[in-house]
């Protein structure tokens, strides 16, 4: 939506293709019970407009899905976007024509459109992935997953569900699915670490003192690490002594949220200062959860803490206390195939009316590769990405010349508050598409030399940190048969934008114009 506002402002003629009937993106599919996002309210929304960000009241401290919903067609109806976008369309294939240098953009209702620049904007997470478990067609109930929840919401009352997957949406969604369903059966395969959200209202005084410093709170967030106001400690877990770090991470706990990650500098690159924060965390789910086997169930043993996407939860690991709610661990007793009543595993039969797949999605590169693009000579992203992802910045791929990629492959995207790197990379296309035709330059690519040394360099920052030691989406490692590459750009949204700044400056340094 900011893009389009923005090229608007150029003077250009905008198309928007948009899979869904409405704006949104993420918030607009995600409407399963509990969806919430994990940056505060302040902090997550668009700072392009003083007017905007002063206008819209925020009511809670976490803003839940139907509220940035809301204030997602808020925006489309200020800035009037709605008429250059054509909702229910997917794109199906986009090929360059060197003749021309225009694109030919192809979707699933008929349009052909010739573009100068192409520039998506699908998301990071929008491949909504349900695994091939054998016999899922055949099952009798209704199954939803997370990420394509049905429009008029569904009532769980006096049923059994089975919800699969404990990522962030899995656990949102099992606390209130549990407080309506007859019964609950959640299958894990890995526990998750999971932080309190502690969401409240929203304090008037705050949201008012946020207001009042909006322009010095976004400088923050956009020189920061993550794009985020949290306090962000850097001195090393290993240097306090044992009260002083318990708490810390209390306090931190108290406090909720993800900022919790940000007690200690050396959490995300030290085995041992991760260790004590993934220890306390256990300890939690110890004293939370009456059952020790399910306790010991749900605490994650096998990759550091931070290194899936940590969760964020309002009664998560409580949930286990209630007798409607059964956890069985699949990697000990490995689901076999869906029937027509439920879920077998290897011990048993597990009947139930419902199936909620919270099982993740095909990250980052999966909405892309989702379409079939091809570049110069014929050159499909498909083919070249076939080994992982390439990019210069995460916002080109050589050989697909005016095609660019916000929040792409290479760029730090869901390692931040994905609002203000969506900004970012909106603003710095902008910048480039004007500064092209002040110039007359016709087409604008990656060059090959300064792709391999951002991709190399993306890749030596992950191996730095405790990131790679994770089966996590961001290495692509939840889809059978993708390949291992981190995707993100680990080294801060700070740094980065100084980076793509100076390109910028130094005219486009490592793209090659014609
Ligand atoms: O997806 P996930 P998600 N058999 O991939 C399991 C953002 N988000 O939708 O870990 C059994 O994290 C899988 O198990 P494992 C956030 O960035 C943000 O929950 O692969 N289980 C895992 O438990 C987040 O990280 C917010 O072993 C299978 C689960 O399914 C990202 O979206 C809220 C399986 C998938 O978890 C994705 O989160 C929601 C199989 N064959 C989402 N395949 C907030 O802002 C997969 N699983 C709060």
């Not at 008037?204 to 709170?217: C, F, I, M, R, V």
């Not at 598409?433 to 030399?449: G, H, M, S, T």
Request: with cysteine; glycine share 10%; hydrophobic share 35%.
């Amino acid at each position: 939506m900011y893009m389009l506002h923005r090229l608007r402002g150029l003077g250009l003629s905008v198309r928007v293709f948009e899979t869904g009937d409405g704006v949104g993106g993420t918030w607009y599919w995600n409407r399963y019970p509990g969806a919430r996002c994990d940056v505060q309210s302040m902090e997550y929304s668009y700072s392009f407009d003083d007017r905007l960000e002063q206008e819209w009241e925020w009511t809670e401290r976490f803003p839940s899905q139907p509220e940035i919903l809301r204030y997602a067609d808020h925006v489309a109806d200020r800035f009037d976007l709605r008429r250059d976008i054509q909702f229910g369309t997917r794109v199906t294939r986009a090929a360059y024509d060197e003749a021309t240098g225009l694109w030919r953009v192809e979707t699933d209702r008929g349009d052909v459109v010739a573009a100068r620049y192409l520039i998506s904007a699908v998301g990071c997470l929008s491949a909504a992935r349900v695994p091939a478990f054998p016999g899922a067609e055949s099952f009798r109930g209704p199954s939803f997953h997370t990420g394509r929840w049905p429009h008029d919401g569904v009532d769980f009352s006096g049923l059994r569900v089975a919800v699969i997957g404990t990522g962030s949406s899995g656990i949102q969604a099992i606390p209130v699915i549990a407080g309506q369903a007859e019964h609950v059966t959640v299958f894990q395969r890995t526990p998750n670490y999971s932080v309190p959200a502690h969401n409240r209202p929203m304090e008037p005084e705050y949201q008012g003192w946020a207001k009042a410093n909006y322009p010095d709170l976004r400088r923050r967030m956009r020189e920061s690490h993550a794009g985020l106001l949290g306090e962000f400690n850097s001195t090393s877990a290993l240097e306090v002594s044992d009260e002083e770090r318990t708490r810390e991470f209390e306090t931190r706990w108290a406090k909720g949220g993800i900022s919790f990650l940000g007690a200690y500098g050396d959490i995300a690159v030290n085995p041992r200062a991760n260790e004590l924060a993934a220890e306390f965390v256990r300890s939690k789910i110890r004293e939370i959860v009456g059952d020790p086997g399910t306790a010991e169930l749900l605490s994650p043993r096998d990759h550091p803490i931070g290194s899936k996407r940590i969760c964020v939860d309002t009664g998560y690991y409580a949930t286990y206390n209630r007798p409607n709610v059964t956890l069985v661990d699949v990697r000990a007793d490995p689901i076999e195939e869906i029937t027509p009543t439920g879920v077998r595993t290897a011990a048993g039969r597990h009947d139930v009316d419902m199936i909620v797949y919270a099982t993740g999605y095909d990250a980052m590169t999966g909405p892309l590769l989702g379409m079939d693009i091809t570049g110069k000579g014929g050159l499909s992203l498909r083919r070249k990405w076939e080994a992982g992802p390439r990019t210069y910045l995460g916002l080109m791929s050589a050989g697909f010349p005016n095609l660019f990629t916000i929040t792409g492959p290479g760029s730090p995207s869901v390692l931040s508050n994905m609002i203000v790197s969506i900004e970012q990379h909106v603003d710095w296309i902008a910048g480039c598409v004007a500064w092209l035709r002040e110039r007359d330059v016709a087409a604008i690519d990656a060059d090959p030399l300064a792709e391999d040394a951002w991709t190399a360099h993306v890749n030596e920052v992950a191996q730095f940190t405790l990131y790679p030691q994770a089966d996590s989406w961001y290495l692509g490692a939840n889809v059978p048969g993708k390949p291992r590459v981190f995707m993100p750009y680990v080294g801060g949204v700070g740094a980065y934008r100084l980076k793509c700044e100076q390109v910028a400056a130094d005219g486009y340094e490592g793209f090659v114009l014609s």
